[in-house]
């Protein structure tokens, strides 16, 4: 079965104050431009109508690790329209994106946006290494 959408996007829209989530924002509406059917996340301050009542975006609940085994339903279900998720959070929910890698069967793309994030992954710990691989 074709998935209906293309990719979720993991980063919070519309953007707030800017940086990584006006970053979201023009990549979503650029791979819209270019015909893809891309989603994403909004928080509750969100005043977009277009936005909170679209079928493309979910309301942004944190990926909170000791919550894997209660929230990992939730976000197989979120994503099971899509055929890529990309995320923007580096190296939070790592668990929950192999999670969504291996038993949602989506491809996983993560953008890392500093080289704070970049020296936090050579340091990272195992749980976070094994993910990777």
């Known amino acids: 079965m074709k998935s209906k959408f293309d990719i979720k996007e993991f ?15 023009r990549l979503i509406d650029k791979l819209n431009s270019d015909g893809y059917k891309v989603g994403g996340f909004y928080l ?8 909170d009542s679209s079928p493309l975006y979910d309301h942004w609940n944190w990926m909170e690790t000791h919550l894997l085994p209660f929230k990992i339903w939730r976000y197989l279900k979120i ?3 899509y055929r890529i ?3 923007h959070f580096s190296l939070e929910g790592m668990s ?4 969504l890698m291996k038993f ?5 793309v993560i953008t890392i946006h500093n080289s704070m994030v970049s020296t936090f992954y050579r340091q ?3 749980v976070n290494r094994f993910f990777f691989k």
């Open 11 to 25: 980063g919070i829209i519309p953007p707030p104050y800017g940086g990584c989530s006006v970053y979201v924002k």
């Open 44 to 51: 509750e301050t969100c005043d977009d109508k277009n936005i």
């Open 79 to 81: 994503v099971q329209s």
């Open 85 to 87: 998720i990309h995320s």
């Open 96 to 99: 929950y994106l192999w999670m």
């Open 104 to 108: 949602g069967k989506k491809k996983v």
């Open 124 to 126: 990272t710990n195992i």
